[in-house]
């Protein structure tokens, strides 16, 4: 299988999608302080660069579940990315809400399926891994039969790989926090000096900064 991890990551590196300021460190809604930031919905505003990731997400769906009769976006932020995937392979789009709706027919999942399909997930970034996991729990109790999930980037940590693995829920994605730190050292966008803060941030994200 094709490594996109390198490739992907310069591209959200250089439409500033994901940004790394370990001198000024970011804060998450969550309250945690962290030297990046990651907002692929920037994405979808860069045609070559949404057409390379739904390509890369079509090809992985080819090579390792070629049985996929359906590919579900978690919402919000990978419903676009999702319907993107589903041309390219030219299958049925569904997505998944974090919640059931509160009014009307209360779905959390929106779309034409059938019991026991086999279905893709595609997400745009995985943290710890719940949210994203979430949306798994509601297909999975609509018996649908979730494949795997592909995600655009992940910060890798153990906490997420713990989540996915007691969930029996394989991840695949198309960049990770290591390559994104090799790919910027590479272009120069951050330098070795930065490197000791961006290890210690991986490793206690929780208490980081504080």
């Known amino acids: 299988m094709q490594d996109y991890s390198l490739l992907i990551s310069e591209k959200l ?34 045609p070559d660069i949404r057409k390379l990731i739904a390509e890369s997400f079509a090809d ?18 990978a419903i676009a ?3 993107l995937v589903a041309e390219v ?18 779905n959390q999942i929106e779309g034409y399926f ?13 943290s710890t891994g719940g949210s994203s996991l979430k949306a798994v729990d509601a297909l999975r109790s609509s018996e649908l039969d979730v494949l795997g999930m592909l995600a655009i980037f992940t910060y890798g940590f153990k906490q997420a790989e713990n989540n996915f693995a ?3 829920c394989e991840l695949t994605t198309l960049s990770n926090y290591n390559s994104l730190i090799d790919t910027a ?11 000791p803060t961006l290890k210690q941030w991986r490793q206690n994200p929780e208490t980081w900064g504080k």
Do not use: M
Not at 25 to 41: H, L, M, V
Not at 61 to 74: M, P, R, T
Not at 185 to 195: C, E, M, P, S, V
């Open 13 to 46: 590196l250089q439409i500033k999608a994901i940004k790394l300021q370990p001198a000024n460190p970011f804060t998450w809604a969550s309250g945690w302080k962290s030297p990046i930031y990651c907002d692929n919905r920037k994405t979808l505003s860069y």
């Open 60 to 77: 992985i769906i080819k090579q390792k579940y070629n049985n996929a009769d359906v590919i579900a976006g978690v919402a919000t932020g």
């Open 89 to 106: 392979l030219d299958l049925p789009f569904i997505y998944v809400r974090s919640s059931s709706k509160g009014h009307g027919l209360q």
């Open 81 to 83: 990315i999702g319907v």
């Open 185 to 195: 050292l590479k272009i120069q966008y951050i330098t070795d000096d930065f490197l």
């Open 166 to 168: 007691l969930n029996n």
């Open 114 to 126: 059938e019991k026991n399909q086999k279905v893709v997930v595609i997400e745009d970034l995985v």
